[in-house]
């Protein structure tokens, strides 16, 4: 069964500049979650989805977008990038039933903005 | 809001040795408790889990008690290897309309020397 596929692994932008990253999660899996992954903030929470609908977000500017196709596949945006935007992104993905916490992450999109 | 502390790292030991890392929570309600762990190069995976007061998880070795009254969720292993290498993070999913938003703590490097 293939895992949590997340794309492109590594890139590189300029301050300013948008970024699209994508997920695919693991077949059968409806909620798709993104993290954002920092040595100074840790692990935090930028949003949610199921059924094409984001259920919860967490505390992030509007810069900070996603959202999820019926395919279950999903993709988050970051437009006006910031120096500080710098960070390892992880996308996991579950089953989609409440509050069971079994995640299943990728290996993550590492992003710099210079 | 909710949070998760864990113990300052990184934490270095002999193969064998005992291992305790602490985790401390704070959250309304009645949260599942989780520890994930991150090898070098890969996502993070699910380790053990708790569900409600004095549920032990258990996996590998590892375990860990749900303890509401101290609110802690401490990790330990009886005889670390080598292979445990890794960072461990301490997670809470709290009550609610979430599929997927855990609340993580900052992470805890062991490194284990033969």
């Known amino acids: 069964k293939a895992g949590v596929t997340q794309t492109p692994r590594y890139l590189i932008k300029t301050r300013g500049q948008q970024v699209t990253l994508s997920c695919s999660p693991i077949s059968g899996h409806r909620s798709v979650s993104w993290y954002q992954q920092t040595p100074g903030q840790g692990l935090q929470f930028l949003f949610e989805y199921f059924s094409e609908t984001q259920r919860n977000k967490g505390n992030f500017p509007g810069r900070f977008s996603g959202r999820q196709f019926s395919n279950s596949r999903s993709e988050m945006n970051v437009s006006t990038l910031e120096l500080g935007d710098s960070a390892l992104y992880l996308c996991?993905?579950?089953?989609?039933?409440?509050?069971?916490?079994?995640?299943?992450f990728g290996e993550g999109s590492r992003l710099t903005v210079l | 809001g909710d949070s998760v502390t864990q113990m300052e790292g990184p934490v270095t030991l002999s193969e064998e040795a005992f291992l305790t890392i602490n985790c401390t929570y704070t959250?309304?309600?009645?949260?599942?408790l989780f520890w994930y762990v991150q090898y070098p190069g890969e996502g993070l995976q699910l380790l053990l889990k708790a569900t409600k007061a004095d549920d032990k998880g258990s996996n590998k070795g590892f375990e860990a008690t749900y303890r509401k009254e101290t609110t802690s969720f401490h990790l330990e292993k009886g005889s670390v290897q080598v292979s445990d290498s890794a960072v461990y993070f301490c997670a809470l999913a709290a009550g609610g309309t979430s599929y997927g938003k855990l609340t993580f703590g900052q992470g805890t490097i062991l490194t284990v020397h033969p």
């Open positions: 996991a993905s579950s089953l989609g039933r409440k509050n069971t916490g079994e995640l299943f």
């Open positions: 959250a309304t309600g009645y949260p599942s």
